[in-house]
């Protein structure tokens, strides 16, 4: 089956563009928009919709190949190899839904993106405890992970309990 990828770069996240390429690919697997068998965007295509440099398209597919998680076949493309989704993150799950929830009731409370993303990152980080101590934090993830651990921080040195104003 063809599933169409549409990569969106953003260069001013301090996330190197390879990474975010890599990131999006594997959130697609998660999210089971990319199964295995399903060709990725060729390097041409890529750098058309992208306008970067198709090295870098290369290097991370290299990388997803590396992984394990896609093959380049040559003459044909390269091909997502393994899945990384699970039943409860699939577009339409349950959980899904309740989270989409959520988030509306968190916008209309008044959360903006970077609330939302510091109160997410400080709750992940108490039931899962932290990528240090886990060993599962994504290249690429530091920007998140270092401002939502400020805020926490921020919010306890001034007596107050993370996500509370």
């Given at each position: 089956?063809?599933?169409?990828?549409e990569f969106r770069i953003d260069r001013r996240s301090g996330v190197?563009?390879?990474?975010?390429?890599?990131?999006?690919?594997?959130?697609?697997?998660?999210?089971?928009?990319?199964?295995?068998?399903?060709?990725?965007?060729?390097?041409?295509?890529?750098?058309?919709?992208?306008?970067?440099?198709?090295?870098?398209?290369?290097?991370?597919?290299?990388?997803?190949?590396?992984?394990?998680?896609?093959?380049?076949?040559?003459?044909?493309?390269?091909?997502?190899?393994?899945?990384?989704?699970?039943?409860?993150?699939?577009?339409?799950?349950?959980?899904?839904?309740?989270?989409?929830?959520?988030?509306?009731?968190?916008?209309?409370?008044?959360?903006?993106?970077?609330?939302?993303?510091?109160?997410?990152?400080?709750?992940?980080?108490?039931?899962y405890g932290s990528p240090e101590q886990t060993g599962d934090r994504?290249?690429?993830?530091?920007?998140?992970?270092?401002?939502?651990?400020?805020?926490?921080?921020?919010?306890?040195?001034?007596?107050?309990?993370?996500?509370?104003?």
């Amino acid at each position: 089956m063809v599933r169409v990828v549409e990569f969106r770069i953003d260069r001013r996240s301090g996330v190197a563009t390879y990474l975010q390429i890599v990131q999006q690919v594997k959130q697609a697997l998660r999210l089971g928009l990319l199964t295995p068998g399903d060709k990725l965007p060729t390097a041409k295509e890529v750098v058309a919709a992208t306008a970067i440099n198709p090295n870098t398209v290369l290097k991370a597919y290299r990388e997803l190949d590396r992984e394990g998680l896609v093959e380049a076949r040559p003459g044909l493309g390269t091909f997502v190899r393994r899945s990384l989704a699970r039943p409860g993150a699939a577009a339409g799950s349950p959980l899904r839904v309740e989270l989409g929830a959520w988030m509306e009731r968190a916008r209309a409370a008044g959360l903006d993106r970077e609330d939302v993303a510091a109160l997410v990152a400080s709750v992940l980080e108490e039931s899962y405890g932290s990528p240090e101590q886990t060993g599962d934090r994504p290249a690429g993830d530091r920007p998140l992970h270092d401002t939502a651990h400020a805020t926490h921080d921020a919010t306890h040195e001034a007596g107050h309990p993370a996500g509370a104003r």
